[in-house]
């Protein structure tokens, strides 16, 4: 069974930072590329940054330089710390294996609002 649980969100003022932190079961943690996603309200979900299992990573333009992505092997958990945050910033932000589907397992999210 499919396990991924967000934690870490919160509502901060722009250009503050936030750690998120994805708990993810060995199924879908071993071996895989693992991603953070995020929907804003009346958005698509989309693809914010992916990590490899040899640990490159990838981000999308709107986040570089913002935000950095890392996994925990022994721990099957993988972070993103955000940085300079902004209004657009706002989302619910979901981990899952790459590539992952509207019908694959999510986990509930971890919702977080850049604010003043």
């Known amino acids: 069974q499919v396990q991924l649980l967000e934690s870490g969100g919160g509502l901060v003022q722009p250009g503050g930072s936030l750690r998120l932190s994805c708990a993810a079961s060995?199924?879908?943690?071993?071996?895989?590329?693992m991603g953070w996603y995020r929907q804003a309200p009346g958005k698509e979900r989309e693809l914010v940054t992916y990590?490899?299992?040899?640990?490159?990573?990838v981000y999308t333009d709107s986040v570089k330089g913002r935000f950095t992505i890392w996994r925990d092997n022994a721990k099957n958990t993988v972070y993103l710390q955000m940085n300079n945050l902004k209004r657009e910033d706002t989302a619910v932000y979901y981990c899952?294996?790459?590539?992952?589907?509207?019908?694959?397992?999510w986990g509930q999210g971890t919702q977080v609002t850049v604010s003043s």
């Open positions: 990590i490899t299992s040899a640990s490159n990573t």
């Open positions: 899952n294996k790459l590539g992952a589907m509207d019908y694959d397992s």
């Open positions: 060995g199924n879908i943690f071993n071996s895989k590329s």
